[in-house]
């Protein structure tokens, strides 16, 4: 298995307060992403970062925010979160650009 | 952007029936091909992937998937099922140097033992 580390594996939080998943990694892959999954829609991409400080808008961007200080490093941000937001989060990395993505053991994340 | 459909949302099989998923995308230019597993209560890790090549490819556990590009398909086969089979498996396609990976609603598969 790569080696791919989220935290905190499982939240609950209230409506309206910030959240922070964090994603580690010791593959020194130059690619990270953040997808959410939920039921009917598969994985969606939210952000992705192709290296320090460079990160660009996925598919389901709105209400959410990256920042990538170190290689190993990408956090995702939930400025305010909302009950649409409930989901299950996976970070991925990747070596090169459209090829093979791995994936951390998710984030499982609940707004009330 | 490209897009992915997966034609069936739940099967269910009995050991040893053979298995075939179904995978369409809408792209019309070079794609890159891949089917991921997710066991229950586990990450997505990769069956196979196709990039070029051989159309028919061939993963792991047993599994294989047949690119048709004329049809836009990229089916995933198991001859026979066992009842670890069970899982959800997505079909994804990116392209080449792009960092926009799509994947399918995904497919829920029962293996009855």
């Known amino acids: 298995d790569a080696g791919i580390t989220q935290s905190p594996r499982h939240k609950v939080t209230e409506t309206g307060t910030p959240v922070t998943l964090r994603c580690h990694q010791t593959e020194n892959h130059r690619y990270m992403y953040w997808y959410r999954q939920d039921p009917g829609h598969g994985l969606r991409l939210i952000h992705y970062?192709?290296?320090?400080?460079?990160?660009d808008k996925g598919e389901v961007s709105d209400g959410y925010s990256v920042s990538r200080s170190k290689t190993e490093d990408f956090l995702l941000t939930l400025e305010s979160a909302t009950s649409s937001q409930t989901s299950v989060y996976f970070c991925?990395?990747?070596?090169?650009?459209?090829?093979?993505?791995?994936f951390g053991e998710g984030s499982w994340l609940t707004v009330v | 952007a490209q897009s992915v459909s997966q034609h069936n949302h739940h099967v269910i099989l009995s050991e040893a029936a053979s298995l075939e998923l179904g995978c369409n995308y809408s792209?019309?230019?070079?794609?890159?091909l891949f089917w991921y597993v997710q066991y229950p209560g586990q990450h997505l890790q990769l069956l196979l992937k196709y990039f070029s090549g051989d159309p028919l490819v061939k993963g792991i556990k047993g599994f294989e998937a047949e690119f048709i590009k004329s049809k836009f398909s990229f089916n995933l086969r198991k001859p026979s099922v066992q009842w670890s089979d069970t899982a959800e498996y997505f079909c994804a396609v990116s392209t080449p140097n792009n960092n926009d990976m799509r994947f399918g609603a995904g497919t829920r598969l029962t293996v009855k033992p």
């Open positions: 792209y019309g230019g070079t794609v890159n």
């Open positions: 991925a990395i990747s070596e090169v650009a459209g090829n093979t993505i791995y």
């Open positions: 970062s192709y290296g320090v400080k460079d990160t």
